[in-house]
T-cell receptor, first 116, second 110 residues
Framework: GAVVSQHPSRVICKSGTSVKIECRSL??????MFWYRQFPKKSLMLMAT?????????EQGVEKDKFLINHASLTLSTLTVTSAHPEDSSFYIC????????????FGPGTRLTVT | EDKVVQSPLSLVVHEGDTVTLNCSYE??????LLWYKQEKKAPTFLFML????IEKKSGRLSSILDKKELFSILNITATQTGDSAIYLC??????????FGTGTSLTVIP
């Protein structure tokens, strides 16, 4: 099956610093990648949809200047949390959809971000 | 506003019981409904449903979609402790977005 990786799996950073999370599709080309945020014991909240070669589409309430998304190639999308604050601490999950896939999305293992 | 609602929010059953999880939705430009199982990390895919009335089955799990009444159910028969997880329903719409429901936390007691 299709594999999506995320790096790092866990990161701790100080308040005010920026953190970059990478999402890679390992064995397929992902024309679309999605970034989700999950709070403890809650469902996944879609943050943005990232299309290769174009600007990401952000969901209402998600600050695009705070959560920078770049989808530079068909196998890589990055999410940068800028000037992180403790309230940004969360589990961030990416997913990817391949060219052939019409509906399904494949999830990465997630990144646990802790801002101190 | 698009929304996906799952019920119940949590459920505790004994091994061997049968459970039914519900997912109702109001999403414009509906394209598909997907069920996922989430244990410790990222969700794993269970089913994708696009047509009404056609049951999808995998072992003890089955699911069906009703596009007229805008809901889906996920059935698990003869539950096992390994079925304990959060079950997520996601609705995909044209334009690629997927919206997740609140999730149902299932606990199966030996």
């Amino acid at each position: 099956g299709a594999v999506v990786s995320q790096h790092p799996s866990r990161v701790i950073c100080k308040s005010g610093t920026s953190v970059k999370i990478e999402c890679r599709s390992l064995d397929f080309q992902a024309t679309t990648m999605f970034w989700y945020r999950q709070f403890p014991k809650k469902s996944l909240m879609l943050m943005a949809t990232s299309n290769e070669g174009s600007k990401a589409t952000y969901e209402q309430g998600v600050e695009k200047d705070k959560f920078l998304i770049n989808h530079a190639s068909l196998t890589l999308s990055t999410l940068t949390v800028t000037s992180a604050h403790p309230e940004d601490s969360s589990f961030y999950i990416c997913s990817a959809r391949d060219r052939a896939g019409i509906y399904e999305q494949y999830f990465g293992p997630g990144t646990r971000l802790t801002v101190t | 506003e698009d929304k996906v609602v799952q019920s119940p929010l949590s459920l505790v059953v004994h091994e061997g019981d049968t459970v039914t999880l519900n997912c109702s939705y109001e999403v414009t430009n509906f394209r598909s409904l997907l069920w996922y199982k989430q244990e410790k990390k990222a969700p794993t895919f269970l089913f994708m449903l696009t047509s009404s009335g056609i049951e999808k089955k995998s072992g003890r799990l089955s699911s069906i979609l009703d596009k007229k009444e805008l809901f889906s159910i996920l059935n698990i028969t003869a539950t096992q402790t390994g079925d304990s997880a959060i079950y997520l329903c996601a609705v995909g719409r044209t334009g690629n977005q997927f919206y997740f429901g609140t999730g149902t936390s299932l606990t199966v007691i030996p």
